[in-house]
């Protein structure tokens, strides 16, 4: 299944939820058994145990449930697909009821709750189009607390051009610092290497921004 990314909110249900369905999450390509970048920036930020995170578009991933058992107790988990969360509550179980679980496009969510940590691995890569980053960039706004800090895993320079059927903007420090300006101020930026089911890797790049000013 292949659609242009900045389509509606059903249909990007529709062709993450078949991805879910099409193989086991542990042989799909954004897996991992250990989220290991995205923790070590986690605890670089200094958040507090109980402050209110946000993993954007986690879907099953393993990152809730590794929050949780480090102590953090105030996880918010938001993603287009139903499968994904059903997938990720399925495997926790019991353990899944401090998360709050959230089906919903991430470029028109909105929280009552400010979050101190905003947290995306591979969404907003796929924020093609100028006013679909517009319109991320607005949700991050909204429900970032103003001392928060935001986590940005795309594609690198050298990393796919596609994936999962859709095309990707790639990034370096240079190209995102001048997309989050003015509201986003870049503080640290670094690569990683993430190994796929399959064996092969792909060049990922890793950003934290606060506010400016």
């Known amino acids: 299944m292949s659609l242009d990314n900045s389509c509606e909110p059903d249909e ?17 390509s954004w897996y991992q058994s250990h989220p290991q970048e995205s923790l070590r920036l986690v605890e670089a930020t200094g958040i507090a145990r109980d402050a209110p995170v946000i993993d954007a578009g986690g879907g099953a991933s393993i990152l809730a449930e590794t929050l949780l058992n480090l102590g953090y107790t105030d996880v918010t988990v938001v993603d287009c697909s139903q499968a994904a969360l059903d997938e990720a509550r399925e495997r926790l179980g019991a353990s899944a009821s401090p998360v709050s679980w959230v089906q919903g496009d991430i470029r028109s969510f909105r929280s009552a709750k ?18 679909d980053r517009r ?18 895993g795309t594609f690198a320079l050298d990393g796919p051009e596609r994936c999962s059927g859709l095309a990707v903007q790639r990034y370096n420090a240079e190209l995102i610092s001048g997309v989050f300006a003015p509201r986003f101020e870049l503080v640290s930026a670094c690569d990683a290497q993430h190994l796929t089911p399959g064996g092969s890797t792909q060049a990922f790049a890793w950003f934290t921004f606060r506010r400016s000013g």
Do not use: N
Request: net charge neutral; charged share 25%; aromatic share 16%.
């Open 12 to 28: 990007l249900r529709q062709h993450w939820d078949a991805k879910y369905h099409a193989a086991p999450f542990e042989r799909l």
């Open 114 to 131: 400010k979050f101190r940590l905003w947290h995306d691995r591979a969404v907003f890569h796929f924020m093609t189009s100028e006013d």
């Open 135 to 152: 319109r991320y960039l607005a949700s991050l706004d909204a429900c970032l607390a103003a001392d928060g800090a935001a986590i940005i």
